[in-house]
Every structure is written in structure tokens, then in C-alpha cells.
């Protein structure tokens, strides 16, 4: 927030966590993905709508 002339102007901010991921938590994730490629194929189609 800042004063000038009179006027209170206030800033947008955010605070964010960022978090890295080594290739075991990836692969990891890749392992454990149980979706089919029809699956994933029909979920991306449906997401481009």
C-alpha cells in the first residue's frame, strides 16, 4: 500500500510456493498413472471444448 496525494494505492501481490521435483518423484508419478491412452486421449478432447 502506498499514500500519495490523498490517495491510498493499493498493489496486487501474491505469494506463491514453488516446490522441484527430482525425476524419481516424476517417474514415480508416471508409474503410478493408471489411465489408458484412450482414456487420456478422451479427456484431453473434452478439455479443448
Do not use: F, H
Request: cysteine-free; hydrophobic content about 35%; overall charge negative.
Amino acid at each position: 500500500m502506498e499514500e500519495k496525494k490523498n490517495e491510498l494505492i493499493l498493489k496486487p501481490a501474491a505469494v506463491m510456493e514453488i516446490e522441484i521435483y527430482d525425476d524419481t518423484q516424476i517417474m514415480q508419478w508416471d508409474k503410478d498413472d493408471g489411465l489408458t491412452d484412450t482414456e487420456r486421449d478422451q479427456i484431453k478432447k473434452s478439455l479443448e471444448r
